[in-house]
């Protein structure tokens, strides 16, 4: 056999399906699905098997009603007069909301003097278990891309952060476009802002803001620009694993440039969130959550403030629960969990409700330890952390069938410990 070209997977496999899908639970769904596979020269009887079973599963999955988007690719190459078949599968966790599978006919026949694979089965999908499956895999694309833009983001700041430390001392020469004289100073000042927000190259925009700052002393928004771009190049420094003493200068030049605008204006929600954020590199977290309530209580709205004050919380409490002070450490996360938190902050304050959940465990209130699991399992079912605590908790207060149906779902998304626990 000589195949000399990439062969498509149209031309070697036909997946069929019998549209026979009827309900088995309010949960679960039964098909029954069909497909044929060819093999390759490489392939083993076992894989080849294998490989045909799960193109019928994959198959009964989508007619269970549900859309996957994966890259289900299938070619066959030649190399030193052998064939190959290359499969990659982004999706790999489909199977797992499949609960059961009968083989309802298996044969194998030859095309070409190739063996001819053909099985068709019955599966019961759980359709919980395909949405949880589905949701995570596209949180995990998101997570994944947003990690590919940080760590493009990141090497381009590397290299500014490493100009900045090797240019030499002294005066240095900016070339900027002149700006007519007959324009007023704070004209001026926000030309070279406005230049400034739209600059990813941070030398540049510190000196776009500096002459900004300097043109219109009593001009607010200059210095916080210049501060956040201070606080860039610190964040940069620290992970790229610089020690303090090499980045301390960048903050100390925020610290000025936010200490200055709160001057001006005091009520400032953008200088206060500086305020607070400086505090945090200096490891001064009291003085940072004052900074960052002060924001909130001038707007409420302020997003950003209550995502520092949630992150400032958690980290407190953590210390607490390290020291065994139960008490301290649930007084501090309250401040963070108020009884009516919007829908909304859940998925932010995640970790704070588990948290908060071993704290309730450890002073003897099962029953609260479990409504903040549920809380979390409300907004992200497939949390298996969340579902092996949970379980244990019910295995504890004697609800048994509660407990396995947290441990079946864990196990499902893939906890061996869950499955373990199983009988």
């Known amino acids: 056999m000589n195949f000399q070209r990439i062969l498509s997977l149209p031309s070697l496999i036909t997946i069929s399906l019998l549209a026979l899908s009827y309900p088995a639970s309010a949960l679960e769904t039964v098909v029954v699905a069909e497909g044929h596979y060819v093999m390759g020269d490489s392939d083993t009887l076992t894989a080849a098997e294998e490989r045909?079973?799960?193109r019928a599963q994959r198959k009964a999955v989508e007619e269970a009603g549900l859309y996957i988007e994966s890259t289900f690719l299938d070619r066959e190459k030649t190399e030193a007069g052998?064939?190959?078949?290359?499969?990659?599968l982004e999706i790999r966790t489909f199977a797992g909301a499949i609960t059961k599978t009968e083989i309802l006919e298996s044969r194998r026949t030859f095309v070409n003097d190739r063996p001819n694979l053909y099985v068709r089965i019955r599966a019961i999908v759980d359709l919980d278990s395909l949405k949880s499956a589905v949701r995570k895999w596209h949180s995990e694309q998101h997570r994944a891309e947003d990690y590919r833009r940080l760590q493009k983001e990141n090497a381009s700041l590397k290299t500014q952060l490493e100009t900045l430390r090797t240019s030499p001392s002294g005066v240095r020469t900016l070339m900027i476009e002149p700006i007519s004289h007959t324009t007023r100073p704070q004209a001026q000042a926000r030309t070279f802002l406005k230049k400034a927000m739209?600059?990813?190259?941070?030398?540049?925009?510190l000196a776009l803001t500096s002459r900004a700052a300097v043109l219109a002393p009593e001009f607010i928004d200059p210095l916080i620009l210049r501060g956040q771009t201070y606080l860039s190049l610190v964040s940069v420094a620290y992970s790229n694993k610089r020690r303090l003493s090499e980045f301390?200068?960048?903050?100390d030049s925020a610290r000025m440039d936010f200490d200055r605008a709160l001057l001006i204006d005091p009520h400032n929600i953008?200088?206060?969130?500086?305020?607070?954020?400086?505090?945090?590199?200096?490891?001064?977290?009291?003085?940072a959550v004052?900074?960052?309530?002060q924001a909130l209580e001038l707007d409420p709205f302020f997003d950003l403030a209550r995502l520092r004050l949630i992150t400032l919380y958690t980290a407190e409490a953590k210390k607490l629960v390290a020291l065994g002070q139960w008490s301290s450490a649930l007084s501090v996360l309250q401040k963070g969990l108020p009884p009516h938190l919007h829908e909304s902050w859940i998925p932010y304050q995640k970790e704070s409700y588990f948290l908060r959940s071993t704290i309730y465990q450890q002073l003897k209130q099962p029953i609260l330890a479990i409504d903040d699991l549920s809380t979390i399992l409300r907004v992200d079912p497939s949390d298996k952390r969340a579902l092996e605590a949970r379980a244990q908790l019910y295995q504890d207060v004697?609800?048994?069938?509660?407990?396995?149906?947290d441990l079946s779902q864990a196990c499902t998304l893939g906890s061996i410990m869950a499955c373990n626990q199983l009988p």
């Open 198 to 205: 739209t600059l990813q190259n941070l030398p540049l925009k």
């Open 290 to 293: 004052l900074a960052f309530e």
């Open 248 to 251: 301390s200068e960048y903050v």
């Open 398 to 405: 004697m609800l048994g069938d509660s407990a396995r149906n």
């Open 82 to 88: 052998t064939s190959l078949q290359i499969s990659s």
């Open 270 to 287: 953008w200088a206060l969130l500086g305020k607070g954020d400086v505090n945090t590199w200096l490891n001064r977290h009291q003085e």
């Open 52 to 54: 045909v079973l799960q």
